[in-house]
């Protein structure tokens, strides 16, 4: 889920989706108005999910895509390999997820600790360890 934003309007620190990945901004520049062409905006923003840098330049008043991040807390049921097993503690659904790149985050998971991951575009990950 997503919803539409103007160029201009986007932040250091937000989200947005470019090449129908989500990512978190970087880095954002504005250029004035030329003779005959309108403003321009430079976006860099590194992927939620590969780390991988992505740029976007567009006119100001075009739009773009921001996800709908849904934050949410699950308890680890298991961990096989590079797969951990989540049920929502909402829903008490269960599903895959992979395991988290950060080292100190992959060391401190273990079956029936609470952790908060996000539900982005259908996507899911872990972000951190509650309590």
């Known amino acids: ?30 250029s004035k108005p030329g003779k005959h062409g309108s403003a321009k905006a430079r976006v860099v923003a590194m992927s939620v999910f590969t780390g991988q840098k992505k740029s976007l330049i567009s006119p100001v008043d075009s739009r773009v895509e921001v996800p709908m991040i849904d934050k949410r807390t699950g308890q680890i049921i298991s961990i096989s390999g590079n797969l951990v097993q989540l049920m929502d503690m909402e829903s008490y659904s269960t599903f895959e997820s992979p395991m988290p790149d950060d080292p100190d985050l992959k060391g401190s998971l273990a079956a029936g600790v609470e952790v908060e991951y996000w539900d982005v575009l259908g996507r899911r990950m872990i972000v951190r360890r509650k309590g």
Do not use: A, T
Not at 7 to 25: A, S
């Open 1 to 30: 889920m997503s919803k539409p934003v103007y160029v201009g309007e986007l932040k250091i620190g937000q989200y947005v989706i470019i090449d129908g990945e989500p990512c978190r901004i970087v880095e954002f520049e504005k």
